[in-house]
């Protein structure tokens, strides 16, 4: 009873601790999530307008990306982006990681300056009792993210190194969003990883190339595979010490398993025979089990090197758009194939003629909006003089054989010209007054469709009257155009929505041999690219040749630092086509 008497007797002093202890504990709250006030923007600002336009150095790096990062700084008013109340904000450890993960995808984190960065970054990690970070600090670590954000960023969008400087048959028209605006947009929501995946190439080979990359270079770390000695081609059912150095070596790589060994290790046995065929055909070669030249040189390619040849066709991703297109046509030009692809699904394949390597196909991305049933072939320059004048010498009757009408100073509207009118050996190409026009027909050099491209190089899809190219395994025989080996099928599925032109309508044309243009329903984005490394749709790696040798220009630029970024990049303009 004296006990409640005395509770009752004395609720204002509890009443009142209670509240002062609530307050205490609500300004200690305040007081922690205070504001910490360090000069970051000032000494941002001040670093800035010390330097100008001289060279920057941050913590030793040198900064790649000065113009653009004095634009991000200047429309913020220098307030950093990377840190508040003192102290880094959680995008700086994912900028890291994604610059750490850089290797994954063939580019060093080295040229993103990661070792300065995580350097920088130890006193995130410092204990409660240990200093705390500076002004200095916290705005090194800001411009160096920020420098390296946007170098980064750019390279997955359009590529680490400019094709335009070393090869002039690259023309490709890259992405080109503002880094500046994407490094803001990241800071701001605190979206880097997201900022930074939405630039990656979205084509699904562009993924297991990395996945490849990495599976190679754990090979080339556990020291890879046995080289195969060459004498001479081993055919199957050959008895020879090369065989047990083709099991191993082929054991490494997976095609050959080894659960079916035969009793005797030297005999090239039916398992080993699909082994190697399985090599072959990974390998771009011709799947016939003969152990040749070529398939032992292939075989002897390091793991380094192939690490090496998956890096420049990463690279060669990056240089391509991001999006290739709901509907599109993709043609690898060293595979000699090409697939009509939709919505991610190929729906047609086909073997193709490329450029030979003298006449090289060039890289590009176009629209194809019409084809042409019987077409007539209007000869390129390049051709008369090279192949058709040399011809024409030795063989007067050469064009007539050929359909080939001259006219003169380039006018069909004119009378043709009669060829043994002609002084064949004062043409040149200073002096060539006639057009040299091939007749629709069987004879003609395109065939009896020819799938038009809007580009500067006179290149095209078209058919061809040498049958015989399509069995070769090496089909590089073209002047610059693709040859297909089943045009009337494009033909059909490209005009499948248009109901006058169905295969029997498009063969009734091309029996009556006169011309006639056909626009497509819907426009195609056509795609002629270079890959020597790639995964196909079945998830399978495969390598061709590189049958221009362009991949060692593209590792040499690679291999070199990179250069420091241009607020107005290259136009990539080149390349070369005919036929």
Partial sequence: MESCVRMKANPVPRAAFCLALLLSMVCLAACRRAAVTLPVQENISVRWQATGDQLVLIHGERLMAQQELARFYQQRNYEPGWSENGAPRPCVDSLIRELSQAEQEGLAGSCYHLSALMELNQPQRRSRNQEKWT??????????????????????????????TFDAEWFVRRDSADVVVLLEEAVRNGEVCQKLDDLRPRHPSYRRLCQALARFRTLAQQGAWPTVEYVAKLEPGARSPRIAQVRRRLRVTGEWTGRSAAPDSLFYDDALVEAVKSFQTTHGLEPDGIIGWSTVQEMNVTAEQRCTQIIVNLERWRWLYRDLGDRHILVNIPTFELEVVEQDSIIMSMRVVVGKPARRTPVLSDIMTHLVLNPYWNVPVSIILHDMIPEIRRRPHYLSDRGIRLYPNWDIKRPPVDPGSVDWNKLNKNNLPYLFR??????????????????DFDVYLHDSPTRG?????DRAFSSGCIRLQNPIDLAVYLLRDSPSW???????????????????????????????????????????????????????????APKVMLTERPSITAGAGEE
Avoid at 137 to 158: G, K, P, R, V, W
Avoid at 469 to 473: D, E, I, K, S, W
Wanted: positive net charge; aromatic residues 8%; hydrophobic residues 45%.
């Fill in 135 to 164: 002004a200095d600090q916290l705005a090194e670590l800001d411009i160096l993210l920020s420098d390296a954000f946007l170098l980064f960023a750019s390279h997955l969008q359009s590529g680490r190194v400019n094709p335009r």
């Fill in 438 to 455: 091939q007749d629709p027909g069987p004879e003609n050099a395109l065939g009896r469709v020819k799938f038009v491209l809007h580009n």
């Fill in 469 to 473: 190219l399509f069995t070769r395994a």
């Fill in 502 to 560: 169905n295969r029997e309508a498009i063969l009734r044309t091309i029996q009556t041999q006169r011309e006639a243009t056909i626009a497509l329903p819907r426009p195609y984005s056509v795609h002629l690219q270079y890959w020597t490394a790639w995964v196909n749709a079945q998830g399978e790696l495969r390598f061709g040749r590189d049958i221009y040798q362009r991949d060692q220009k593209v590792a040499n630029a690679l291999a070199l």
